[in-house]
């Protein structure tokens, strides 16, 4: 970025209060002391104020005589006269508009620029770990907080919003599988083996089971068939092994292949 025009070359404190130097565009302002005058000198315009010598600006005479004046966002909407047009000319997109035109055109080279930015090593907290003091320090600052939403009830309005995202039209909609029923195997004692198998012990984080029972969870997302392989998760990875469906069926399916139980539920069937 180019150093902005110098009028008034390097200065001291008293000199500036002496001169009072004005802003070189129509609005005339006072300078207020900068220490890097000192070594720049005082620029020709403030901040954001020397696009006005370009002949940006414009009247509200000027402005209301040359409407209408369009956004150059898709909507193309109005622009209506603001009181700064006077100093920094008008603009070529409405407040919030040039969002329209990043998301329709650069979406996802923007997304993916991001996430490769923060991926793996890139990422700031890459192989780092809280330390207990500093969890306990978390853990009291959040003692006694009261959430924003504490005791206020859900509007109706709020209630249709939401009812609008759901079904099909929520995020991670799987066709309605919560609601289709589990293969009649897939009982109390079955689940009973699977855990005794895994040793109550969840195969992704490897937590203990110690009050709340671990989930059984089925590798192929598959509920209708109990012959397809299954591990022990606890509730918090069995959420969790919901998105990147391919990815945790191939680990998963690995880490039985490694210590042979593959097809191992075909095997106590038959008992």
């Given amino acids: 970025m180019s150093r902005p025009i110098t009028v008034i070359p390097k200065i001291t404190k008293e000199e500036f209060d002496i001169l009072q ?12 002391w900068k220490e890097r005058y000192k070594k720049y000198g005082v620029p020709k315009c403030k901040v954001g104020h020397a696009r006005v010598i370009n002949n940006i600006v414009i009247t509200e005479e000027e402005f209301k005589r040359t409407s209408p004046h369009y956004c150059n966002c898709l909507d ?28 329709i055109t650069r979406k996802d080279e923007f997304a993916e620029k991001i996430s490769k930015a923060k991926r793996g090593n890139n990422h700031h ?4 770990h ?25 509007t109706i309005e709020r209630k249709k919003k ?10 991670n909609w799987r066709g309605g599988s919560s609601t289709v029923p589990y293969c009649h195997k897939f009982n109390s004692r079955f689940k009973r083996l699977v855990r005794d198998r ?17 989930a059984v969870h089925h590798i192929h997302y598959d509920k209708e068939n ?8 606890c509730n918090s990875c069995n959420s969790k ?17 490694n210590r042979k139980l593959l097809f191992w539920t075909r095997r106590i069937s038959t008992k």
Wanted: glycine residues 6%; charged residues 30%; proline residues 6%.
């Fill in 21 to 32: 130097p004005r802003c070189g565009c129509p609005c005339n302002e006072f300078f207020e």
């Fill in 76 to 103: 193309k909407e109005i622009i209506e006269w603001q009181y700064w047009f006077k100093y920094r000319g008008i603009p070529k997109y409405k407040k919030g508009h040039i969002i329209k035109i990043m998301n």
């Fill in 125 to 128: 907290f890459f192989g780092k």
């Fill in 130 to 154: 809280l330390s207990k003091e500093h969890k306990d320090k978390i853990s009291q600052s959040e003692k006694g907080r009261v959430p924003w939403n504490k005791g206020i009830p859900c």
């Fill in 162 to 171: 939401l009812a609008e995202y759901c079904g099909p039209k929520a995020n």
């Fill in 198 to 214: 895994d040793n109550h012990t969840c195969q992704l984080c490897n937590k203990i089971e110690v009050n709340k029972k671990h």
């Fill in 226 to 233: 109990c012959e397809p392989d299954v591990i022990v998760l």
């Fill in 241 to 257: 092994v919901n998105f990147n469906r391919e990815y945790y069926e191939n680990l998963f399916m690995n880490m039985l292949n």
